[in-house]
């Protein structure tokens, strides 16, 4: 059920209630009228009715002026929710780095991600430096002073960096050693950059998980202060009629409000 639903249920139930308490009022104060002709009771009735605040007839809307946009923007609000939700699944979903890369829009944003966290090394390597001419991938990211130095073990450097003075063997031999140089670089550091990556606010922002719903948020806690003050500006004339037809108002208002702080 949505907020908008809560709302317009409460708005019903609210209605509902102010007719049967309206008639209520109207028969008990028809009982104590005994003076005069029909029409003479009649006034006085109404003069009653209207000291309770209840002279304007059975419909509440008479009453109330619930006409800002509440409805709406609580709407808008429930379906920014709904896709930061589906924007979360999304990203609590990966957990592999191959998966970052089999996306472009994720991938362009790892990027920026690994330079500002200082892991480019890694990302550089593991999406096309392992792929490259042998020779030059040595050169950027296993020589001992490359200039991107991978973060893997010796042991998987070793056997690249023994052929580096034979160009022809370490282009033969290459491309499977820095294929297991590379499944190396990710089992040693896949965790650790998917949680970064999934922290990051350039994911949050890939995937509309940090849609901007101040303006929305404030609009409709605006108008349930606005609605809330309507409803308490009857305190003092209504606080003992019963059925309570404030209540359900009162109390989608709050529950309301009390969702859309959590959103």
Known sequence: MSLHTDWTDAKKDSKAKFKTALKAQRDALEKKIKDGDAK?????????????????????????????????????LEKADAGAGAARKKLEAIKHVDEVIADPALSKVMTAVAKRMQFEEFWGFITVGWKADPVKAYAMFIAPNAPLLINIDDAQLDPLRQLAGNPAQLKAQGPALLKRCRDAA????????????KASPEAAAVVNLGKDTTAIKKAVTDTIASYRQQIKGYESKWKNIQPDFRRPLLDALDSIEAKVADL
């Open 40 to 76: 003479a009771r009649a006034k006085v009735l109404d003069q009653n009715l209207a000291d309770l605040g209840m002279g304007q007839g059975d419909d509440l809307d008479k009453y109330f002026r619930f006409r800002e946009d509440f409805g709406p923007n609580l709407d808008k």
């Open 186 to 197: 990710v089992g040693f550091s896949n965790g650790d950059v998917i949680k970064k990556f």
